[in-house]
């Protein structure tokens, strides 16, 4: 069995920041040899659930403060791949969200739902002054 | 964001020169398609052949740029998406609201 690997990243508030974060997501999931499934694939959803997760928190938790700071870790093994990004800010119902059905004209409103659709568990958890967003892929 | 930008007769193409259409650049492609229906350009094409990566904001962008087209009786038309951009589409069934063709030619001959 593989030990778990975990990568801890700490970026200003800023969605300047979505681009570098989300390659790492993604050469994270690439480097997970042991995965049978499409892992060009899994590589571009974390991108992209990476992306979605954070400029939710930029934006609506931390309200694009650039003075606030967003933490995130991205940890992987044999059985999952798990991303959690914390946030200083106020939170969101993320419950709202992930019930609110974007119809076509609808500029904005499915980065939770994509989120929700490409991971296996999606949480919100409040912990020690901390939001923090877990979202987990299954591996095996 | 980068955005090559050509006309041919009363259509305008917009050519995203970027990898990536997330929510640090898309505004930048809103306002400018704004700008255009400002001016009283309302058919556009938006060729997406750069774009390998494309998230909800992005989408967002395009969906204001077609709501707009529409609203002004012109339309906004999808050309050369890649593989994965493609598939944000299907994922989020907007591919049933955009017109998308292959390439600029077929994009430009169906207005």
Known sequence: MSKRVEVDITIP???????????????????LKSYNGNRRELAYHINLVLTEALANVINHANKCDPDKEVKI????SDQDLTIKVFDQGEGFDIDALSKFNAD????????IQIIYKL????KYIHDDGDNILVMTKILQ | ?????????????????????????????????LQLFDDGKCNLTIDLSKVRFIDSSGLGALVSGFKNASARDGSLKLCCLQPQVQSMFE????????????????ALGSF
């Open chain 2, 91 to 106: 994922l989020t069934r907007l591919h049933r609201v955009f017109e998308i063709f292959t390439n600029q030619e077929e």
């Open chain 1, 104 to 111: 076509a004209s609808d500029e904005g409103g499915r980065g």
């Open chain 2, 1 to 33: 964001m980068q955005l090559n930008i050509s006309e041919q007769d009363d259509i305008v193409n917009i050519c995203v020169e970027e990898e990536r259409m997330d929510a640090h650049n898309s505004g930048d492609l809103k306002e400018q398609m």
């Open chain 1, 119 to 122: 991971m296996d568990q999606v």
């Open chain 1, 73 to 76: 870790s991205i940890s992987t």
């Open chain 1, 13 to 31: 508030n800023q969605t300047k920041y979505l681009g570098m974060i989300g390659r790492i997501g993604e050469s994270m999931a690439y480097s």
